[in-house]
Nanobody, 126 residues
């Protein structure tokens, strides 16, 4: 059974850092693109980053470019989202998602992803 489990969320002050993890199981990660999304109260779910099946090619939303870094560890079946210089507006529930793909680029479009984790809360507050 394909599963994605996020962890690493929490409360952090503005300017601080967090690293989110997306642990996957039940499917060969090397054939799947992984995306990170977030949803703040009252907002639609926003795609913020993705990484292709074997790594190497990534994509970022303008809102996080230069502050967030996505990476993957195939040996651990885990994808990470390192978040630095956090801002109040980064507060949201963060989700990872998977789609079967061997393309050399990845989308940050919600409808392109088939499998989702349960989410982890990130709160940026002073």
């Amino acid at each position: 059974q394909l599963q994605l489990v996020e962890s690493g969320g929490g409360l952090v002050q503005p300017g601080g850092s967090l690293r989110l993890s997306c642990e996957t199981s039940g499917f060969p990660l090397e054939y799947y693109t992984i995306g990170w999304f977030r949803q703040a109260p009252g907002n639609e779910r926003e795609g913020i980053s993705c990484i292709i099946n074997r790594g190497g090619s990534t994509n970022y939303a303008d809102s996080v470019k230069g502050r967030f870094t996505i990476s993957r560890d195939g040996a651990k079946n885990t994808v990470y989202l390192q978040m630095n210089s956090l801002k109040f507006e980064d507060t949201a529930v963060y989700y990872c998602a998977a789609r079967f793909s061997i393309n050399t680029t990845c989308p940050t479009i919600r409808s392109r992803y088939n499998y989702w984790g349960q989410g982890t809360q990130v709160t940026v507050s002073s």
